[in-house]
Nanobody, 123 residues
Framework: QVQLQESSPGLVKPSQTLSLTCTVS??????????WNWIRQPPGKGPEWMGV???????YYSPSLKTRASISRDNAKKTLYLQMNSLKSEDTAVYYC???????????????WGQGTQVTVSS
């Protein structure tokens, strides 16, 4: 059974840097043909894909966030990290990590999600 568990500081001040972790159990985060995504959902809005790190360790980001977000991982700890700087109130959201199955170059799907962690940006 694969489980993902996010953690965050909860409340962050504007202009500060957010650091999130996602701890994975039940699977190696370097296993081939899987990727690990960060997705967020602001209040009253739909989910927004933020970025991904694949089994090679390559990272890809949403164009709207790539100047502020950074995804990394610790293979031994099976932990993923998301850092985002220059926080604004619009970054208030529930943040999720999700495991993606890379079936082919054209098809993939998410099969496991964390429960999400609330991040509120406020002074």
């Amino acid at each position: 059974q694969v489980q993902l568990q996010e953690s965050s500081p909860g409340l962050v001040k504007p202009s500060q840097t957010l650091s999130l972790t996602c701890t994975v159990s039940g699977q190696s985060i370097t296993a081939t043909h899987y990727a690990w995504n960060w997705i967020r959902q602001p209040p009253g809005k739909g989910p927004e894909w933020m970025g991904v790190i694949n089994y090679h360790g390559s990272t890809y980001y949403s164009p709207s966030l790539k100047t502020r977000a950074s995804i990394s991982r610790d293979n031994a700890k099976k932990t993923l990290y998301l850092q985002m700087n220059s926080l604004k109130s619009e970054d208030t959201a529930v943040y999720y990590c999700a495991k993606e199955v890379l079936v082919s170059s054209y098809y993939s799907f998410y099969d496991y999600w964390g429960q999400g962690t609330q991040v509120t940006v406020s002074s």
